[in-house]
């Protein structure tokens, strides 16, 4: 219970920081961030990018999408099934049309072609903070978690964050998937030993 505990805390700690930036900084670091990733080779090698469609508190991933697109990468977002409590990966070929909000505020196509799961090469995962040694603390609701814990998803998973959401521990419970690399508006940290191996 102390995990549970210590989370909600540290969410509690998270959401208000995200809040109190200003649309400004938000801007500035957003695109300080997107920045990095797009330059980074990971990126460069990546065919099909995953990517979130941000809200208005987290970092903005419009920049992302639009240079997936100026590259002729095929950008898919997550489209939630809340009863089912998963995620489908669905491309789309605009941030605008055929977008609509469920949920928690979570912007998702309202239609699109689904993408099988091993074509995805790099899923951009958001979160409310992110520890230095790959994990992140969410907003509770695991699909990230059971998303990236699906054998057939053999891509890279990339934490995108603001260096302000970087904590120094992370609870982390056995469901907790550690990520392949984290972006910040300060720049990259790769974590080499997330490899999971099948047992």
């Known amino acids: 219970m102390n995990d549970m505990k210590s989370k909600a805390d540290v969410r509690r700690h998270l959401k208000q920081l995200l809040g109190g930036m200003t649309e400004a900084d938000r801007h500035r670091l957003s695109i300080a961030a997107c ?16 990517l979130y469609l941000s809200t208005p508190h987290e970092l903005d991933t419009a920049p992302l999408a639009l240079k997936c697109w100026q590259a002729g990468k095929t950008v898919v977002v997550p489209k939630v099934s809340w009863d089912q409590r998963r995620m489908l990966p669905v491309e789309i070929t605009s941030l605008q049309t055929g977008i609509t909000t469920t949920g928690p505020n979570i912007r998702e196509p309202i239609a699109g072609k689904p993408i099988p799961l091993d074509l995805l090469d ?6 409310l903070g992110f520890s230095s040694a790959g994990y992140r603390i969410g907003r509770g609701m695991g699909f990230y978690d059971r998303f990236l814990a699906q054998p057939d998803f053999i891509g890279l998973s990339c934490g995108l964050a603001f260096q302000e959401q970087i904590i ?7 469901h907790d998937v550690p990520l392949g690399m984290l972006v910040t508006d300060r720049g990259i940290t790769r974590f080499a030993s997330q490899c999971i191996q099948a047992e």
């Open 35 to 50: 920045g990095f990733l797009t330059a980074s080779p990971e990126f460069t090698a990546a065919r099909v990018v995953m």
């Open 122 to 127: 790099l899923v951009v995962v958001p979160g």
């Open 168 to 174: 120094e521990n992370v609870p982390v419970l056995d």
